[in-house]
T-cell receptor, first 109, second 116 residues
Framework: DQQVKQNSPSLSVQEGRISILNCDYT??????FLWYKKYPAEGPTFLIS?????DKNEDGRFTVFLNKSAKHLSLHIVPSQPGDSAVYFC????????FGTGTSLTVIP | NAGVMQNPRHLVRRRGQEARLRCSPV?????VYWYRQLPEEGLKFMVY????????ESGMPKERFSAEFPKEGPSILRIQQVVRGDSAAYFC??????????????FGQGTRLTVV
């Protein structure tokens, strides 16, 4: 059973615009969430995280929003750049790290 | 300040052979995780280990797969009698604390296993 879900397998955005990647989870006990970025033939790299005591965390162009009641989080990238083109995984930590299936973002120059 | 080191990066095995994948965690990290990524799929959890202990192996196939993280040395993921369906990228990650302690997992570059 997939406890963390990313329902959009792919997303295309024009350079300079906002990219919004979405993630849903099922376990209300999760209280720490992470986003990872993965380029082809490389391992995922940690991008940004948020704990459940917050509803927003910002780091430069990246902002993660958490809606606990809806069990939903999103990653906003603004402005999007071609170098942001990658697969983005959302994850939740519990007794292990649970990953979504990823969203492939393409930023079009 | 080395990160997670996995070797080999690429491994080719014939059907029926054994594959051994190695993972050296970040220095000081005692929590190791293995994930598998099949083509066109996401990261699938396999096993979570601490030094000398398997904490959660709920994602490991019941047969042919085993993992260890000895007191000294790297973590090893062993696949016996490989089949074509085992072809995938295998990622190892480590963390300095348990997953429910607001910590991040740091990933290696992965080992791409090809079974021919």
């Amino acid at each position: 059973d997939q406890q963390v879900k990313q329902n959009s397998p792919s997303l295309s955005v024009q350079e300079g615009r906002i990219s919004i990647l979405n993630c849903d989870y099922t376990n209300s006990m999760f209280d720490y969430f992470l986003w990872y970025k993965k380029y082809p033939a490389e391992g995922p790299t940690f991008l940004i995280s948020i704990s459940s005591i917050k509803d927003k965390n910002e780091d430069g162009r990246f902002t993660v929003f958490l809606n606990k009641s809806a069990k939903h989080l999103s990653l906003h990238i603004v402005p999007s750049q071609p170098g942001d083109s990658a697969v983005y995984f959302c994850a939740a930590s519990g007794n292990q790290f649970y990953f979504g299936t990823g969203t492939s973002l393409t930023v079009i120059p | 300040n080395a990160g997670v080191m996995q070797n080999p990066r690429h491994l080719v095995r014939r059907r029926g052979q054994e594959a051994r994948l190695r993972c050296s965690p970040v220095k000081g990290h005692s929590h190791v995780y293995w994930y598998r990524q099949l083509p066109e799929e996401g990261l699938k959890f396999m096993v979570y280990l601490q030094k000398e202990n398997i904490i959660d192996e709920s994602g490991m196939p019941k047969e042919r797969f085993s993992a260890e993280f000895p007191k000294e040395g790297p973590s090893i993921l062993r696949i016996q009698q490989v089949v074509r369906g085992d072809s995938a990228a295998y990622f190892c990650a480590s963390s300095p604390a348990m997953p429910d302690f607001y910590t991040e997992a740091f990933f290696g570059q992965g080992t791409r296993l090809t079974v021919v």
